[in-house]
T-cell receptor, first 116, second 116 residues
């Protein structure tokens, strides 16, 4: 299957700082990327959908000014957690889909964010 | 709107026994259905997918699932459990518009334990 690389895999930051997470499709063009958040022992909660060159579409209840998503190219999307607080600590996972590749979404390995 | 339910947040089976993980979906359009597996602190790996072809779908690691439209189900089975099958399993649905912009909606997950 196609490869989606997510970086970093683990990050610890101080409260009030911002953290950027990258999601790259390595061998295909990702027309659409999805960002999920996962709390321990829970399912994946879709945060937003980003289409290359367009503004991201956020799910209800997700603060767009808090979680900045940029999908500037067909192989890269970034999620920036701004002014992070301890309650933002979570596992963040991206996935990518490309047109012409059926409906399968390929997932990154996730980023464990800890805000202290 | 689409949604997924998974009956049983936790399932335990003995090594060598049948594995049955239940998934029911709700969709107003013909769905695409997926089963993913997640190991601790990792991303998701696709086990198998249904995309309106054969209703019995075979996946990796000996897993298979059967799409039953009349029951709106897509249960995951494996004839003989292996210790390495212990993980979290997620059923997912998409297919709203059959484009790459489709959201992938996840069920709550089922944690599978395999007893030696």
């Amino acid at each position: 299957g196609a490869v989606v690389s997510q970086h970093p895999s683990r990050v610890i930051c101080k409260s009030g700082t911002s953290v950027k997470i990258e999601c790259r499709s390595l061998d295909f063009q990702a027309t659409t990327m999805f960002w999920y958040r996962q709390f321990p022992k829970q399912s994946l909660m879709l945060m937003a959908t980003s289409n290359e060159g367009s503004k991201a579409t956020y799910e209800q209840g997700v603060e767009k000014d808090k979680f900045l998503i940029n999908h500037a190219s067909l192989t890269l999307s970034t999620l920036t957690v701004t002014s992070a607080h301890p309650e933002d600590s979570s596992f963040y996972i991206c996935s990518a889909r490309g047109q012409g590749r059926g409906t399968e979404a390929f997932f990154g390995q996730g980023t464990r964010l800890t805000v202290v | 709107a689409q949604s997924v339910t998974q009956l049983g947040s936790h399932v335990s089976v003995s090594e060598g026994a049948l594995v049955l993980l239940r998934c029911n979906y709700s969709s107003s359009v013909p769905p695409y259905l997926f089963w993913y597996v997640q190991y601790p602190n990792q991303g998701l790996q696709l086990l198998l997918k249904y995309t309106s072809a054969a209703t019995l779908v075979k996946g990796i690691n000996g897993f298979e699932a059967e799409f039953k439209k009349s029951e709106t189900s897509f249960h995951l089975t494996k004839p003989s459990a292996h210790m390495s099958d212990a993980a979290e399993y997620f059923c997912a649905v998409s297919g709203l518009t059959k484009t790459s912009y489709d959201k992938v909606i996840f069920g709550p997950g089922t944690s599978l334990s395999v007893i030696p």
